[in-house]
């Protein structure tokens, strides 16, 4: 161990160890793309259902740019060429006198009729084919659906203006509101005192009956901006300042309120602030006619109170309907679902009060759940559709089924009642649904990371099978040198709670060689990271070509699972989940030896770039080298949302003790950090304040500014930067690639 580590000091490749970096690793690194491209046959499927029929056709990219066209009876779940592909060919070839390929017909606004035909276009004419007979004729042209043109000169009509009795029109002057008589009358001032910081600001709902109506008033605040400086513009020499609005943790906000106006008596009616007295956001306004009622969602600020709060046109008393409130946060942004059910006094709401992410059925009069929707030990992902008619919702639910992938995706239908529960989805994969038309059936496309994908027909009502319409052959992909990247399990901090990641290996790995390990990171808790679809390439297998072993890991603190699961990053960002990626990553070391742990380097941008330089200063034992681009270093710097809803608010002394900048002069290890100095989503200072504390420190490390660069690693240049820092680091060479490395890179992080 101490001669490795001396051989990378020095940055020379130790004795026995097979040379990195060379410029045939760099070239065929930068190739995988291009190999592997296209090599999998249909792994996409796009129905065209026809009219008022249960049969649509679609067409199979059979790979290397061949492709056929299938026509499917839904009903007897049989599946057919769409019509003889040569003898269409030839009589293209013969109408046009250009070769024409069966097996790359190049045909668009394809159209099936009644009549056994099939209208397209091909060689810019319109033609059609009688699939019977085997005869081509040409065709006129469809009559265009619209004039592109006269749509753009249609007046636009401001929604929600006119009541809807069309007796009045609400106007706004100056910041202010004024009822016009629709017949044209003098308009009547219901406000005056609006000024250019206090104004309403044009969104308006009236309520069904006309009487009344609701505007929102904006209160605005001095903004915080930030600056930046592009130093090499294209079109001018001299530097540009740009200018934007960016609100931080803790920054007053501008904020909209409803104000409730009697149309008949022109006047104001106060409504009670009791319920919602320091919003983020009041959103969802809406009226319910039977009762009358005014209804709106509050958002307090700091994201642990969401009320939907129900008001009394004729005086303004307020009362919640629905209250959601928690001790860390409530995801707002991710897990929100709201529904009034149709002619009833029910609303749908998404809520983890039990733990986990269900649907619940509310009494809209009492406030009190009727029945919960969904439950169990799984969390429902999102809602598809709802139907009040069938009282049935379908939703995508993710760990429904126990023996697979809890980050998988599957969709389920229930009733609102809980009495019926039915999977439409049940491969071992995440899956896309897309339905007919009239809902009775779906097509169901499934895959994992090491599963091309598979496409089912099913019936939309009970999700049984009626045919399997393709299934990817990776047989070619393979023969070109593809590895599937490899799913891995292992128990995290708690030796209980599983954790999920994947491994890319080289396409020409030794299991009896030792690799550097490289863990590229993005830890954000609105969401979950690693993938879970098939895809031919993504940059980590790049990575790992260049004699890397490359994971991906979803800690704790990510989403997706149990609320418990996620709290693990309230105010607590500066966990993100290491505890579970180290224990994982040991885990994987020890099922397999070729994963060499004295050398590991980690990477990733934004929130990913705030971690990676996270596991230097935390956990510099375990993680020797990172790349660290446009992070977030110190989450008072970044923008307010994002961070108040997982940090908390007001501000306390945890956002500085998590801060990068706080904590730099820890670093262990080589890091580079890369930011763009255009960069509009993280404020690059962010960056500058993490280098002005380690050049305090006195620690070594690299820095890339990227002239002109927004968001994210760089580039071309940024990311062949971060492939040559980790050979440099982890292999302890200098990479020999040559001039062009660069040049066709794919899917940069």
């Known amino acids: 161990m101490r001669h490795l580590w001396w051989c990378l000091l020095i940055g020379v490749a130790p004795v026995g160890v097979k040379a990195q970096g060379t410029r045939d690793e760099y070239e065929r690194a930068r190739q995988l793309h291009d190999?592997?491209?296209?090599?999998?046959?249909?792994?996409?499927?796009?129905?065209?259902?026809?009219?008022n029929l249960p049969e649509f056709w679609y067409r199979a990219d059979r790979g290397r740019g061949e492709s056929e066209f299938i026509l499917v009876d839904a009903l007897r779940g049989e599946k057919r060429p769409a019509f003889d592909h040569i003898r269409l060919a030839q009589a293209l070839s013969a109408a046009t006198q250009q070769e024409t390929n069966p097996r790359r017909l190049a045909l668009a606004a394809i159209a099936f009729d009644d009549h056994g035909s099939v209208r397209f276009r091909a060689f810019e004419k319109s033609w059609i084919w009688d699939i019977q007979a085997n005869e081509l004729r040409q065709a006129d042209p469809p009559a265009p659906d619209a004039d592109p043109a006269a749509l753009r000169q249609r007046p636009l009509r401001r929604a929600n203006t006119e009541s809807p009795d069309g007796q009045w029109t609400l106007l706004i002057r100056d910041g202010n509101l004024h009822l016009r008589p629709a017949n044209g009358g003098v308009p009547v001032a219901l406000t005056t005192d609006a000024t250019p910081?206090?104004?309403?600001?044009?969104?308006?709902?009236?309520?069904?009956?006309?009487?009344?109506?609701?505007?929102?008033?904006?209160?605005?605040?001095?903004?915080?901006?930030?600056?930046?400086?592009?130093?090499?513009?294209?079109?001018q020499l001299q530097p540009k300042l740009h200018t934007l609005t960016y609100p931080k943790p803790g920054d007053p906000l501008t904020i909209s309120w409803p104000r409730l106006f009697d149309v008949g008596e022109k006047r104001?009616?106060?409504?009670?602030?009791?319920?919602?007295?320091?919003?983020?956001?009041?959103?969802?306004?809406?009226?319910?006619?039977?009762?009358?009622?005014?209804t709106f969602v509050y958002n307090q600020r700091g994201h642990q109170v969401l009320r939907l709060i129900g008001v009394n046109p004729t005086n303004g008393k307020t009362r919640v309907i629905i209250e959601e409130a928690r001790q860390t946060f409530i995801d707002?942004?991710?897990?929100?679902?709201?529904?009034?059910?149709?002619?009833?006094?029910?609303?749908?709401?998404?809520?983890?009060?039990?733990?986990?992410?269900?649907?619940?059925?509310?009494d809209g009069r009492r406030g009190q759940v009727k029945k919960q929707i969904t439950k169990g030990p799984w969390v429902v992902r999102g809602v598809e559709s709802v139907n009040d008619a069938t009282r049935e919702i379908v939703f995508r639910a993710g760990g429904i089924d126990p023996e697979q992938d809890p980050y998988h995706v599957h969709y389920c239908r229930a009733s609102y009642d809980g009495g019926k529960f039915i999977r439409l989805t049940r491969g071992d994969g995440t899956h896309q649904v897309r339905f007919s038309p009239d809902h009775r059936f779906l097509i169901d496309s499934y895959s994992r990371v090491d599963l091309p994908p598979v496409h089912e027909l099913r019936r939309a009502d009970d999700g049984e099978l009626v045919c399997v319409l393709e299934t990817s052959d990776v047989s070619e992909l393979e023969r070109a040198g593809w590895r599937a990247p490899e799913r891995f399990v292992a128990k995290g901090r708690d030796g209980q709670t599983d954790i999920y990641g994947i491994i890319y290996k080289p396409t020409n790995w030794d299991p009896a060689r030792k690799y550097p390990v490289i863990e590229e990171i993005y830890a954000g808790p609105h969401g979950a990271h690693v993938p879970k679809a098939?895809?031919?390439?993504?940059?980590?297998?790049?990575?790992?070509?260049?004699?890397?072993?490359?994971?991906?890991?979803?800690?704790?603190?990510?989403?997706?699972r149990s609320k418990a699961f996620h709290d693990i990053c309230w105010k607590n960002l500066g966990d993100s989940g290491f505890p579970d990626r180290i224990a994982w990553l040991k885990a994987a070391a020890a099922r397999d030896p070729s994963l060499d742990l004295s050398r590991v380097g980690i990477y990733g941008t934004s929130a990913g770039g705030q971690t990676a330089l996270r596991g230097l200063l935390a956990h510099g034992d375990f993680y020797h080298v990172g790349v660290a681009a446009c992070g977030c270093h110190d989450n008072r710097m970044d923008k307010v949302w994002w961070n108040e809803l997982w940090m908390g608010y007001p501000i306390g002394p945890h956002y500085a003790e998590q801060s990068n900048v706080t904590n730099a002069h820890r670093l262990r290890g080589k890091l580079l950090l890369i930011v763009g100095e255009l960069d509009r989503n993280v404020d690059p200072a962010s960056t500058m304040q993490v280098v002005d504390a380690l050049i305090k420190a006195d620690k070594d490390f690299d820095l890339l500014v990227v002239p002109g660069a927004g968001h994210g690693i760089g580039g071309a240049y940024g990311w062949r930067r971060l492939k040559d820092f980790f050979v440099r680091h982890l292999w302890g060479v200098e990479p020999r690639r040559d001039s062009h490395s660069t040049s066709g890179q794919r899917n940069v992080p």
């Open 197 to 235: 910081s206090d104004f309403y600001n044009g969104s308006v709902f009236w309520s069904p009956d006309s009487r009344y109506v609701v505007a929102m008033r904006t209160r605005r605040v001095n903004e915080r901006r930030i600056h930046l400086i592009e130093s090499s513009p294209r079109d």
């Open 35 to 51: 190999r592997w491209h296209d090599l999998v046959p249909v792994l996409h499927i796009e129905p065209h259902w026809r009219p």
């Open 268 to 294: 104001e009616i106060p409504i009670e602030t009791t319920f919602f007295p320091e919003p983020w956001s009041i959103q969802d306004v809406r009226w319910i006619a039977d009762p009358l009622e005014l």
């Open 332 to 362: 707002y942004a991710h897990k929100y679902f709201l529904h009034r059910v149709a002619d009833r006094d029910e609303w749908i709401w998404m809520s983890e009060r039990d733990g986990w992410n269900h649907l619940y059925l509310i």
């Open 534 to 560: 098939f895809a031919t390439f993504r940059s980590g297998q790049e990575l790992a070509e260049l004699g890397f072993i490359v994971v991906q890991i979803d800690g704790m603190g990510t989403s997706y």
